[in-house]
Structures are given as C-alpha cells and as structure tokens.
C-alpha cells in the first residue's frame, strides 16, 4: 500500500484525533505526573512507560476512544514494566 504523507495524516486523524487536541491533553497530564514527589523514583523504563501510557490516554480522550490499538498499547507498556519488576 503506497500511502502519501497527507493520507497517513488523515487517516491517523479519525483514530487518534486531532494533534493540537491530543497534545494539550497529553502534555497536560505529562506536567501533573512530572511534578509529583514519586517521579523521582522511578527508573527510566517506569517514566517511559509512564509517558506513554498517558500519550494513548491522550488518543483515547482526543481521538476514537473505541480503537482498540490503544487500549492495547496502554496494556503493552505497563506490561513491560510488570515484567520487569
């Protein structure tokens, strides 16, 4: 499948939304978790996994919130951490 750039974008707009959305909600969360005392704590495979997990939040509250790929992926990254641990 040859898809231009332009399509991709489109596309990735009806499951994920609409970036401006997604990243204010995102980056929001990101600033809440950040500056809490038990950030500090963490390794970096717990903040990552952590960013991460609340950048698919972020598509779920932006974008289709029945795409299943991001409950999956939220699954996924804490999933790597668990192991782990």
Request: aromatic share 4%; charged share 20%; glycine share 6%.
């Amino acid at each position: 499948m040859n898809l231009n750039i332009q399509q991709v974008l489109s596309e990735r707009q009806t499951t994920h939304g609409d970036f401006a959305d997604h990243a204010q909600t995102t980056q929001l969360l990101k600033t809440v978790m950040h500056s809490q005392p038990g950030w500090s704590k963490l390794n970096a495979m717990q903040r990552e996994s952590l960013d991460m997990i609340v950048h698919k939040i972020g598509r779920v509250l932006s974008g289709n919130p029945n795409h299943a790929d991001h409950w999956i992926d939220i699954q996924g990254y804490a999933r790597l951490i668990e192991e782990r641990l």
